[in-house]
């Protein structure tokens, strides 16, 4: 027990700790909030045998935490070799068993990993052919809104033609103004009324006098 603690104190990372014939070798591997051990294996060196407990978080694979410590156990072992007597043979089945944990553990999540593969691929397509279907959306309404504002254009014309007065139709409004007014008129309100500029009302006031459809008061 002397000489394997000596041993093991040259590594930096163990801990440990002697009861009577027992050497425990500690290795913590994560630690919690409270500075507590929380992902550990304790490796009992005793004269007889070895035995060794550790922990497994939860959400983690047992088997992947038991080829963990291991890797880690034979690793203690090989600085202990020569002061124990290894039985080969449970040396084997042990490799042998964790073998196929570990190929049970890599087919698990190559299947895992496959599953999410695949439903990634489909999900692919979908995304794919969604774009592909707003693209075409997209080219449909850019179509549709150049057409709507070519007809909105033509329609504005329209309109601005309907909304300004020809000079026959202005004549006459000015002249059923004057009736209506006791043969005076406000050359601004008569503009705001009828939606046309000042100047262009005045302008055919003159015309009309000049003509002779309108006469001045003296």
């Known amino acids: 027990m002397a000489e394997l603690s000596q041993r093991y ?6 801990e440990m700790t002697q009861d009577k014939d027992t050497l425990s070798v500690l290795n913590v591997e ?4 409270r500075k507590d051990p929380a992902l550990f294996s304790i490796i009992k060196f005793m004269p007889s045998r070895i035995e060794v407990v550790y922990t497994c978080l939860a959400n ?5 935490r038991r080829l963990e410590v291991l890797r880690h156990f034979l690793n203690m072992l090989t600085i202990a070799d020569d002061c124990y007597s290894v039985d080969m043979k449970q040396v084997y089945q042990l490799l042998e068993s964790s073998l196929a944990d570990m190929n049970e553990y890599v ?42 504002k070519n007809r909105n ?16 139709v202005l004549s ?4 059923e103004w004057l009736a209506e007014h006791k043969g005076e008129i406000n050359i601004s309100d008569f503009s705001k009324v009828y939606n046309v500029p000042e100047n262009r009302v005045e302008q055919m006031l003159n015309k009309l006098v000049t003509e002779g459809y309108l006469e001045t008061k003296g």
């Open 30 to 33: 994560s630690r919690d909030l």
């Open 153 to 168: 254009d033509e329609l504005s014309v329209r309109l601005k033609g309907l909304e300004t007065l020809s000079d026959t």
């Open 9 to 14: 104190s040259q590594v930096s990372f163990l």
């Open 107 to 148: 087919s698990s999540d190559y299947d895992k990993l496959f599953s999410i593969y695949d439903s990634l691929k489909s999900d692919h397509a979908s995304l794919v052919k969604k774009v592909k279907d707003l693209t075409e959306s997209a080219s449909n309404l850019s179509k549709e809104n150049y057409d709507l």
């Open 172 to 175: 006459l409004k000015i002249q």
């Open 60 to 64: 983690t694979s047992p088997k992947k």
